[in-house]
């Protein structure tokens, strides 16, 4: 077994200190990749459940082929690589705002989704997603799959609040297909009122808990996912 702890790298953006460590946890007996903002953690290679599931959830509304998948937020990879997994799937655009993040997957510094950035059906953009699906659309995905913020009222940047609202989930869906499907990963358990903001726009729209194991506390945790179509 090598180190129980190692910084794998560290850089500086206009959005602050991206770290990358790498750490031996001993409840699991596996290296655990965590990706920090300044203080706060983004992300954990130990519960992935949550962000695989966005993807499958997603993609198990729609009953056809040859699917164009827009995800929001590359993090670790999970959701990518699930998009990738369903044999539908003919095309993956990820947006994602912190170089870093890319560098780290183009070096294959994450050993579960190694081979991600080199994948022909890829396409990896260095952009502000909240920007792009404000404006007007160039081209149409069969699902966006979004998991950036923490829930629809704890974001990163202040700037996202507006996504959140009936005229920023409009302009979201002028990026869908006509029967296209809308994905977000929450930390919080599915919130009425976010409910009641995508009913504005989308006519089928539900909340799904994602419960996995938590080896860390010995018990249960969760996350959820909003679809709407």
């Given at each position: ?50 962000e ?23 993090g670790l990879?999970?959701?990518?690589q ?8 003919a ?59 923490h ?79």
């Amino acid at each position: 077994m090598g180190l129980r702890f190692e910084e794998l790298d560290w850089q500086q953006t206009p959005l602050g200190e991206f770290t990358l460590r790498r750490r031996r946890e001993l409840a699991v007996d596996r290296d655990v990749y965590e990706v920090k903002l300044n203080d706060e953690f983004l992300m954990s290679s130990l519960f992935t459940v949550a962000e695989i599931e966005l993807a499958r959830l997603a993609l198990a509304e729609l009953g056809r082929a040859d699917l164009r998948v827009l995800v929001g937020g590359l993090g670790l990879g999970y959701t990518a690589q699930a998009a990738l997994a369903d044999p539908r799937v003919a095309e993956v655009t990820v947006i994602e705002a912190a170089e870093p993040v890319l560098d780290w997957h183009r070096r294959d510094l994450f050993p579960d989704t190694i081979g991600l950035a080199t994948d022909p059906r890829v396409r990896l953009v260095h952009d502000d997603f909240f920007r792009l699906v404000a404006g007007v659309p160039d081209r149409r995905y069969d699902a966006i799959l979004l998991d950036i913020d923490h829930t629809p009222d704890h974001h990163l940047d202040r700037t996202h609040g507006d996504f959140y609202t009936p005229a920023g989930l409009t302009a979201m869906s002028q990026h869908l297909t006509a029967d296209g499907v809308f994905a977000l990963w929450s930390d919080d358990p599915p919130d009425d009122d976010f409910l009641a903001v995508l009913r504005t726009e989308f006519a089928r729209v539900r909340g799904t808990v994602v419960s996995f194991a938590n080896p860390i506390t010995d018990s249960e945790s969760s996350n959820s996912i909003y679809l709407a179509r």
